[in-house]
Structure formats: structure tokens, C-alpha cells
């Protein structure tokens, strides 16, 4: 099969997000990586061109003239998709430039740092008719996915409580030292808008919730925390949600949970039995039934649904991660790009990245309101 | 030394908790069962005592010929201290009885149904000079009392999110069954007063954070759920807190965690370091710092406290549970009695309970009222 | 019920195991503590009997002038069944004492340290017609019965290969100090036998294999560690072992395991399913099946079995540890004593105590001769 | 950088193996895949290299063909490196051929059937001075390296037990059903050699051993076991290891261990501590120390060594698993076919094979000749 000629905006040399789109594009052998625009200057781009053995005419100086560039080669040569790993603030106009000329779009989240760019985005995505990734890596995870079908074939009844974590111990020093936070651009609200901790972790929980649930969060009322007066931004707070009629349960997110790490975990309990999973040990599945024994569940085995089996690439046993689970995000949406019938929820869309943005404004509205429940 | 002598009112033949009281007095030598009232009938309580081979003339009909009985009795036969392990609508009466009549007592929580009746126990206490140790178990735990202690001891830093969770699952199909969650005690306002899972299992979480950390919840913003119209107590609930300046975090307490066992767990997060425990595999303690690994305590080593070394019975390696945890709120209660030099925190107190009965009362209130906050 | 007389030869202040016996004693309220021979000086036992305040006429300074004065007395005054738990060399010559003399014995292991002295100890038991109940504490856990059941039950299959270890690592700074070594018995041939690793802790690794499968070890290939040349006795060992025709597994004990507590595993595989169990974790039993979600059993539910739910004294969800598991040998001597109908395996007998015996003169001699194999 | 050119011998289309050799390649973008010798069909492997976009001038029919018609292109686009992913009783002969025409290998294990043809292939390797690497993927994780340094640094001290065991339950149905066993290549002696389970697992299981000691097992002991009378092939065995005076242990492998994963596992032993890691949770290493706190190491940390973050791809907390473990031995290789400096332990060589073979040798003589001592 014809490999998708890829382009990536942002990810230069030194960049972990960079080295991670890479991976979860080869992984699968879906894409060929042809050029972008990888750093900030000409001259940077070029150098990891020139280490990753690329063609240096597909590397550019900037958006316009990446696309003026692409547009001028033959339909066949030409680059289709195109990464945005780029900072927040810089998504919307790159994303909006990409989609009006046809490109499919792979973008890092928040897609955006107003509601109002990303329902744009939204409807020009349907209008030009073209495939929008939001990289919501954690719904890539296999067992995320078996979660996601485990409620869907009512395993476990009507769903009555929802709980989700997102804690963080690494930007606790930075956060303690007024100095150093200075030049972080994500405790900087003109570079990363109006929040930190809820649009950088927290919204990724919301993601889950929504994803594995089928379900949409009405409302929410949060009590965010900056910790320090002269600190702009929340580095942690509770988030009360609503999902329907006597559906309950919260969001917490936080940056000075002190030693944890990437700590995502879900809970979902329905009338019928409960499952959890956590970031952390992501191969692990737990099956909660009323008096009856716990059961944990792992990728690959053929007692997991077909959507699950099939988002790994190897037997049982061999723990896949992160990059695994980012790959199956790429995958799902090579599949889209070319066409293929998909499976509901393969890759998160732009419509995810307009749920994303509007959980953290009417988060932050409910904080600084007096803690007040706002709609979703 | 001369064992203390000990009545009980309630936890007759058949009962789980009276055993546990009996289980939690022999363990450590320092009580001997002279009599009480067991059961509702006289009958039934002489049974159990010819079971525990007592002396059928301690055993009594009711409240008022204990106490007249046992007064009765020459000081140095008499009863010491008795231990209330009747339902909760009748431990306001009993409680103030033995406490007017200077026995000391140890009672199951909640100590009362409102605060109104708990401060005047508490001014009782005062006046009549006795020990009220109320059993809020988890606090007997050697890890509880390690992580209290490694918070005082400055090693975690200033307190910056609190996080506390109890979730069980026992009483899910009870809930779901309209028949059947009539016949329930705890089900029922009259009996249980204002609150079901609050005033059963959060109120466990609230004082356990307010143990461990020395700070005082101040105020408490809740979104209780009932689950059914018809279901008139809460079932279910998150509630926000704050502890001071900039010190937020939240409870959750659930009836409707469907699968879960007992799950009390508390994080507590500092400066420089968050420490984690929950009570279902209550031996370990997890110490989190950042850029170090993770270390994870265990009882009865020599690197823990003093007291919480005390409050464990053999060598480590050897697993201790709930019995005792609870013989060491037993063996505090033992020490105060005797007038013994007690280490702050060995045995939760009557001003414990009217803690507990004011965050009840103040959960419930904000929930009613539109999720506002109220003070504690 | 009436209660049993309990006496206690050894434990005395200070000890550990005295305490431990007591508690288990207590517990189920099937056992009135009368009197005994505590410590090595009447005055130390007298010091402990007015701490429990017994009657010293009760005390006795050593096992004829015991025998003696409790015979003296009528039956229905006498204590009935005595607790041994003095050091090893000395249980075989008081044993025999008391069941001479009809006297129920609960005797710490390993109950002698010759197999010849066992056996001669087993046809006294059998023709004096006493109940015998030899501590190996492990088996009274209610997730091991659980474990037994299981296999019992035929969940597992046929049973293909056999894992245990004990690992510890308290002893590990004493073996590597030669002075501190020569003062502390269990390394000391004269006192404790020919064998200290194995006779302290692979014999309980020995007793739970042949208890929890119903297998008999038939024959052992050992290859033994002193670690130091001029330390007399093994620290550490693996053992093969042989359980029939094609079932073959192993026993791994060491004391030199650096850093591990009291880490007791089982793991035995069938031809249809696995389970795993481990005593620091010792609410937890896994059972593992091919291609299916792995089961972890947890204590006192309704889908244990009830021999494992009658091991428990309170709700699921509460720990227990063990002193429980302690416990719940006592309560099985109590119920054979009473001569009530008891379950298989409810105490260890005499006849483990032979077993055990022999296991550690094989495992010795196998590893002594060149590690040949050596029935048992 | 140039990339490496890579050339694979069998992993064809629905290849688990082939595709998990080509992830490992891909990760680090040090090689470009041109072509090779994918399947028994030259058909097939021409339907790979389609999907993959290959140039199918670079497809072969055999090895013969292979070697000239690469050796016929310029040395700058002729293959470097050669992946052999094809049965093991095929190894021998292409790795031969690729050795003296100056191919570098990266070679699946065990590297042959018996230790003469890998000692003939290690005189090649080191007299035609090319890179081979054997791909014993579990000392790629992370924190098996971490484990390697930790010893080096001396923070165990002196090595007095070592434990391993591999078990593995996937195979497990198919011993039991004589029919399917006749029809897999394991179970076949004419493919697999002299042992089933001990060159597929046990292997693993020794080369980690000497991986992380820097020890060499001297002398073993072997039990093993075929299950049934009629199967030729060891399924499961327990070898007993001696690596220096009074320095012991053993090393457990089964494929009748039902319900289990890949469950490797290590636990190294020292004066000092103890470490232990286990595959199916490979970013946890345990570090045991007498009377302290259990210390939980994870990767990418700046507390681990250098080569251990050096082998992770991400910031800390974001797992990885085999894939990332695989292609850290490919990272190795490259650098060391680039003729960079490599640190000892970055890939295992033919000598790491040599040693294997030597194991199984000795492992299988052992049992045969009555469970008797064989040097390796």
C-alpha cells in the first residue's frame, strides 16, 4: 500500500514531541515522513533534515510558503498530512491555513486557546472535507479501548459515579520557585491562555471520561488552586461534573501533587460492576463486580474486543506503552485518510478538541465566579 | 497490673462489631468483660454471657439498672468503662448516662446524630472528667500514625492538596432494590439522621485528613447524589474543601462504587513531598519526592516513629489488619484511663465526634443549598 | 460454651511468641489462660501471672512439679491443653511429658529436632488419644485454605509443577558479623539442630506445599549454603523436589535474601489453571487462567468456600492478618479438643510435625552427600 | 547521518517477529530497510516488499543470491546489516555466509542449535571483524540496566544469591493435546535441538544473570521435566547454579506454568541489598535494603545511571515497553556497526550466544545423566 507522505510543523532537534510523532508514524508503516518546517529558524530545520536523510527542498521557512511549496508538486508527490507540534499558541493559525488547502491535519492538543478558534476549526474541517487527528494519546492505550467496549456492551450497567485523576509531581519545584517560573510558558497566560494545569493534564481526564463513557459532561463546578498570589495561572484543582440525571463525579488535576507521575487514573462505576485503569501500568485492566472475584484484564488476549486486540502488535505479555498507544492514534487516522472504514473512536477529532476547550473555559468561568456550575 | 474493667452495651450474639470490640479489648491485656446489656432482650444477652462465662448478675435490662446496679457494686468491682456499640439514634442517651454517672466510655461513631447533642457530651466529658474514645479505626493503623507523624516531623513540607477517598460496594445491590433498601436501617432518615454515606464512610475520610494533617477543614462545598427520587439520604458525594491559604483538595465518599471493598484512601501532598495510604492493604506507606524513587514504609521497622512501632505487636514482615488497629485505640483508652502519659492521637475523642457531626451537617447543608460553600 | 484451661510452658515477659500465643488464644474466646511455667525463673513467671493477673498457685518452676500439681486437682479445675513454645531442643522432653499425661499439647515448630523423636511423639499422641496442634501459623490464613479448596475442587487440574520460597532478610547483618553470629542460637548446631534455614523457615514452605495440594513430597535433591566457611549451618538453599510421576517443582529458602521481609510464596500450576499466593500480601490469591482475565480472590466473600469464610471474623474489606491466621489454628484445636467434628486441615498434627522433621534431615543430607536425591 | 542499511531475512507478511525487528529499526532512525529475503516464497516476500515500498530489485530468492547480488552493488549501497529472523535450526548457515562476506548480523536467539556451530560463528565474527548482535531483548529495558549499573557501582555488595525464573503459560494447551504438539516446530527436536523450554525461555532467563552480575555461572544442576512420556522435549525445569564460592542460586522455567505471562523475573541478592525486576512490570525496579524503606526506581529519572536514561525515549512517567527494549539493542548495534564507542552491555554478541548454547548443553546433560553438577 501507498505510504502517506507526511509533513511536521514543529519537533526540531531536541524535542521529545517531535522524536514521539516519528515514532508513532513509522510504527506502523503508514507514513513516509517527506519534510516541514521543524524549528523556529531555516538553518535548524535543515540540520535534523539532513540527519533524518530528507529531501531539503521539502524543508521550509514558513507556513505560507510550505504551502505554496507543496501545492506547486504533482497531486502524487505532493505532502498529505501534515503534524502540528508547534507551541498552543500557535495551533490556530497554522491549523486553519493547513485545512483550507486540503491538508489532513495530525495536531497536538489543546487544539486551540479559544473555543471560538477551535469551533472554527471544527467547521472547516467538515467543510474542506479533510481528517483531523487530535493526539489525546491516552485513548490510544489497548486497554483504554477495552474500557470503552466493556461499558458499550453493557458490562457494567447504567453508569452512576465517574471519577478521574490527573496528578503531577514534575513542575512542583518550578511552580515553588517564583524566579524559574518566569520563563515557563505554561504558567505564562499569553503564550498558554487561561489555565494551565486544566488545559495542559485536566482536559486530558475530561477526554476519558467522555471517550469511555459515551457520555458528555452538562456541567461542571471547579475550585481552582495557584497556590501562590503573584502565580497567574491554576496549578491544581477539583472539578465537580454532571453527565445526566443523578450521574455524578469529579476531575481532579493538579501540578503539585509532589513525586507523582503522568498519574492518570479513571474509575467508572455502573449499577452493575466498575472498571479502573491507570496511565501509570497501562496494561492492566480492573473488572469490579459486587461479590465476586477482581478481574484484570491485558492487552492481546483474545477475551478483549476486536478494537483492542487489534491496537497492539505483538502476543500477550510483551508490555507496549506510550509510544504504542500514540501509534495507534497515527493509525487510526491513516486508515481515515485513506479512506478505510474506521472504528468509532480511532483517533480523537477535531470535534474532541472543541469539547477540550470548552471543559477548560467553563472550568476556569466556575472557579472565578465563586465556584458556580457552569454548563458544558 | 490490675486489668480495667469493662461493660458493653450492644454487640450481642451474632453481631460483627461486638466481636470486634471484644477481639480489640482481650489483645492487649488490659480490659476483662465483666457484664452490660448485649441484646434488646434480657434473654438474649444472658445467652451470650453464659457463652463468654460471665456472671450473669452483670448483666443488666436496660441503661438505668446498669448504672444502678453497677453503682451499687464497691468501686473496686465496679465497671470502668463501657463501650456503646448500639445503633447510632440511641448513643446520644446512653452516652450521657454513663457520662453523668462517671463511667468512661468508648463508643462507636457517629457519636450522636447532630452536633447539638455531641457538644453537650463534649461539655459532659469536661465536667464529669472522664475518657470518651470514639473508634474511628483507621487511626489505630501503624502506617496512619507513621504518616502523621512524618508530616509533623516536616517531611513533606507546607500541606498544598489533600485527597481522600472512601469508596464500598457492599450496599450497591441494597440501593438498587427499592424493597429492599426500605428494610435498611441506614437507609432510613429516622434512624440514621441527615445522612447516609456521609455520616457511614466520609465522615472516616474527614477525620482521618484532619488526624494525619493537624489542620482543620474550614470549609466544605458537596454535591451529594441520591441516586433514586425515592431514596431520601445520600448514597454518593464529592466535596471540595479548603484548609487554610491556598490549601484546597477534596472527599469522596461512595455507597455506589460498585466492586469496591472497604477503600479508604488519603494522599496528602507538600512542598517537598506527598505521602499515600489505603486501608485495604494498610501496611504500606508510599513516601513520593520528586526526582527520587519512589520509597515505600512499612510497620514495625525501626525507621518508623516511635509510636508507630508501639502500635504494632510482633516482628515486621508479619501482617496486622483491622483487630489491631482497633485494640489500639483500645490500648490508648487503657493508658488515659489509667491516667497513663498518652501520645497525642493514640484514641480519637469526643471532640473527634463533634468534628465529625459538623462536617456531616455542613456536606449536607451545601448540597441542599445549591452547592454553596459552608464553613465547618 | 465452657471455656478450655489453657496453660503456657515459655513466652514469658518480653517474648514475642508469648504474646502472639495469647492473642490467638483470646481471640475466639474458646480459651481461659490458667497458668504454667513462663520463663526459665519462677520469679519472672510469677511477674507475668500477676500482669495477667492470674492466680500464681497456677505457676509451677518446671514440667514434673506442673504435671504434678494440676493432676492433683479435679478434673474439672484442671488446665487441659498446654502451649509449648520454648526453645526447639527442649519440646521434645516436655511433649512427651504432657501427653503422657493426657494433656492436649499446642506445640511451636518444628515440634522436635530428630525424626526419631516426632515419631516416637506421634504413637504417644495416638495412644493417649490427645489432640496435638503444631504451629505452622501459614496454613490458618483464610486465602491458603482457600487455595487448598480450590485444588480440591479440581479448579486447577491435574497438578503439573510446584514454587515455593521464604525469604527473609533479618538475619542477613548478623550472618555476615562472625562475633554477633556465635551468640544467637539458631546458628548454634547444639541448639538448634542440623539445620537452620531450612528447620526455621523452608519446613514452612515444606508444610505448605503438602498442605495446600494434598501431595506428598516423595523424595528432595538440595544444594545448600553456610555462606561463610566457618559457619556450621546453612543460610540459604534451593531445593528439588518430586511430588509423583512428571509433578516436579521446587522449595527456595534463604536467610540471607537481603531486605525481604518474611516473604512466604506458593505458586502451584495445574494442567487447567494456576494460583498464586504470598504472605505479606495475604488477603490477595490469584487465580490465573489461559487466555482468561486473572481472579483475585479476597477473604470472607460468599464465593470462597466456606472453610475459608469460617477463617474470618468480620466483614470483607477489613484486613486481617497473622495473629487471625494464628487464631484460627487455635480455634481448630479448640473444636477438636471439644471434640466437635473438625475440617481437614484445620490444625496441623503431630504427623505434619513428623513430616516436617524429615523434610529438613532429607534436605540436609542431600545436600551433605554430593546433592543426590533422598526420599522423604 | 548516513542511516544503515538494513537488509531482513525471513519476519514475512503475518509475522510477529519480522515486524517487531522492523519497529526496533525504525525507532531510532539509524536505519533504512532495503530489502532482504522475507518468506519461503520468493512470491511472498515480493508482496511484502510491496506494502513496504521497497525497491524489489533488493528482494532475493535465497541467501546465495542474496549475497551476490549485494556484494555486486557500490559499497555505498550495498546492505550493511542483515536481521536472520528465520528458525533457529536455519541460523547457523546464513549467519555463516553473511559473517565471511563482511555482513554485519543482528541475529535472533538461541544463535544455533549447538555451541560447536557458535563457537565457529564467534572465531568468524571476531576474524571477519563485523558487528554481531544477539537479540536477548529484555537487557534492553531500562531498568535492567539500571540493575547492571547499580551492581557495578557496588550498592548491593557481594553477590551471595541469585533467582530467576521464566514462566509462561501460553504454551501450556498445546503440551497438554498430544495431536497439536505434533504439529508445532517446538516440540519438534529435529527443529528446536535438544531442549524445548530451556533454549526458548530458560536462556533468557541465564543470559540476564550473567547480564547484570557480571558473573558467569560455573557449574549447573538441572531437573527437568517433559510432562508426558511421549513428548522428547523439556517443558519446564528447575536448574540449580553455582557462579563462585558460596555464591548460589537457581534459575526456574516452565511453559507448563498455566496462566502466566512472560513472567521473567530476577532477584539478585547482596551483602548489602537486594534488587529485583520482572518483565511484565518493567519500568519498576525494587531496591531491598535491611531496616529501610523499599525504594521503587522508574526510568529516565536523573537518579539513574546514564545508560539507563540513555535508553529511554521520553520524559519520565510515560511507560515504555518491549518494542522500546528491542530497539535499544538495534541502537546499540548501530553505533557499534558506525564504529562508535559503545558502553559494555548496549547489545548482547555471539559470545552472549555461545554462552546460551553452553547453558543448554549443560542443563540437558545434567537432567539425562541423573540430575548431576555440569560445568558451563
Redesign the interface.
Same mark, same amino acid.
Given at each position: 500500500?501507498?505510504?502517506i507522505r507526511l509533513g511536521i510543523i514543529g519537533g526540531g532537534i531536541g524535542s521529545?514531541i517531535g522524536?514521539?510523532h !516519528?515514532?508513532a508514524a $513509522?510504527?506502523d508503516?503508514n507514513y =513516509?515522513l517527506i519534510g516541514g518546517i521543524f524549528s523556529s529558524t531555516y538553518q535548524k530545520s535543515l540540520e535534523l533534515a539532513n540527519?533524518?536523510?530528507l529531501d531539503t527542498k521539502r524543508i521550509y521557512e514558513d507556513i505560507d510558503s510550505f504551502i505554496k511549496g507543496e501545492l506547486a508538486l504533482p497531486e502524487k508527490e505532493r505532502i498529505e498530512a501534515v503534524t502540528i507540534a508547534v507551541p498552543n499558541h500557535l495551533h490556530y493559525e497554522i491549523a486553519k491555513k493547513l485545512i483550507e488547502n486540503k491538508f489532513h491535519v495530525i495536531c497536538e492538543k489543546p487544539v486551540t486557546n479559544t473555543s471560538i478558534e477551535a469551533v472554527e476549526l471544527e467547521e472547516l474541517v467538515k467543510k474542506n472535507k479533510v481528517i483531523f487527528c487530535l493526539t489525546h494519546t491516552y485513548t490510544g492505550y489497548p486497554m483504554v479501548r477495552q474500557l470503552k467496549k466493556l461499558i458499550e456492551k453493557d458490562m &457494567?450497567?447504567k453508569i452512576?459515579?465517574v471519577?478521574a485523576?490527573y496528578y503531577?509531581? $514534575?513542575w512542583?519545584?518550578f511552580i515553588?520557585d517564583k524566579e524559574s517560573r518566569k520563563g515557563i510558558w505554561r504558567f505564562d497566560p499569553k503564550k498558554t491562555g487561561i489555565s494551565c494545569t486544566m488545559a495542559d493534564i485536566g482536559v486530558h481526564a475530561f477526554n476519558l471520561i467522555e471517550y469511555v463513557t459515551g457520555l458528555k459532561v452538562t456541567s461542571v463546578?471547579s475550585?481552582l488552586? %495557584?497556590?501562590?498570589d503573584d502565580n497567574p495561572l491554576d496549578v491544581?484543582? %477539583?472539578v *465537580?461534573l !454532571?453527565l445526566g440525571k443523578?450521574i455524578?463525579?469529579?476531575l481532579?488535576a @493538579?501540578q &503539585?501533587? =509532589?513525586?507523582?507521575?503522568?498519574?492518570l487514573q479513571i474509575?467508572i462505576?455502573? @449499577?452493575?460492576?466498575?472498571l479502573r485503569w491507570e496511565? &501509570?501500568?497501562? %496494561?492492566y485492566l480492573y473488572? +469490579?463486580?459486587?461479590?465476586? #472475584? +477482581?478481574?484484570? *484484564?491485558?492487552p492481546g488476549?483474545?477475551?478483549t474486543s476486536k478494537f483492542s486486540v487489534s491496537s497492539t !502488535? &505483538?502476543? #500477550?505479555?510483551? #508490555?507496549?506503552?506510550?509510544?504504542?498507544a500514540f501509534a495507534n492514534l497515527y493509525k487510526g487516522a491513516a486508515k481515515a485518510i485513506r479512506g478505510q472504514k474506521i472504528e468509532e473512536g480511532e483517533f480523537p477529532t477535531i470535534h474532541d478538541g472543541v469539547r477540550g476547550i470548552r471543559f477548560i473555559e467553563a472550568v476556569v468561568k466556575s472557579s472565578k465566579e465563586g465556584?458556580i456550575?457552569v454548563s458544558v
Open positions: 500500500m501507498e505510504k521529545y522524536k514521539a !516519528r515514532i $513509522c510504527m508503516e =513516509t540527519n533524518l536523510n &457494567i450497567g452512576q459515579r471519577h485523576q503531577e509531581g $514534575c512542583n519545584p515553588h463546578l475550585d488552586n %495557584t497556590l501562590y491544581d484543582g %477539583t *465537580l !454532571r443523578n455524578k463525579g469529579f481532579a @493538579s &503539585i501533587a =509532589t513525586g507523582e507521575e503522568n498519574n474509575k462505576y455502573g @449499577s452493575k460492576a466498575g496511565q &501509570i501500568n497501562p %496494561t473488572y +469490579l463486580q459486587d461479590n465476586k #472475584p +477482581l478481574q484484570v *484484564l491485558k488476549y483474545e477475551y !502488535r &505483538i502476543a #500477550p505479555g510483551h #508490555p507496549e506503552g506510550f509510544f504504542e465556584n456550575w
